[in-house]
């Protein structure tokens, strides 16, 4: 197996593992995005908090060339950390979460 096709199955276990878990309140789906055609990676919550209503991503990850990039990660588990105890090194992660002149004081790959 291939380093992207390793990248592809360690994050789209992560982000079905994350999509298991329902919200304590409210009437509120999970949703895993798994789209390996586009490398595009996402968990979403999708319904209602009594009258407010709830849509939006939790966990957003694409890859890009030979990098896995966060886009978002909304959890308490930091996601990078998951990303890394998985296998994937630390200089192939990018938190793009954060802006390009900052990623260089990370501990992950700038770009």
Not at 3 to 27: D, F, M, N, T
Not at 45 to 56: N, T
Request: some cysteine; hydrophobic content about 35%; charged content about 30%.
């Amino acid at each position: 197996m291939d380093k992207i096709e390793k990248y592809r199955e360690i994050v789209k276990k992560l982000v079905c593992e994350y999509a298991r878990y329902k919200p304590s309140h409210g009437q509120i789906d999970t949703e895993a995005v798994t789209d390996t055609e586009n490398d595009h990676y996402e968990v979403l919550h999708i319904g209602w908090d009594g009258s407010r209503r709830v849509h939006g991503s939790v966990i957003h990850i694409d890859i890009i060339e030979d990098k896995v990039w966060i886009q978002y990660d909304g959890t308490s588990r930091p996601v990078a950390d998951e990303l890394v105890a998985a296998g994937i090194p630390k200089e192939s992660i990018v938190l793009g979460f954060f802006p390009a002149d900052e990623r260089i004081h990370t501990e992950y790959a700038a770009a």
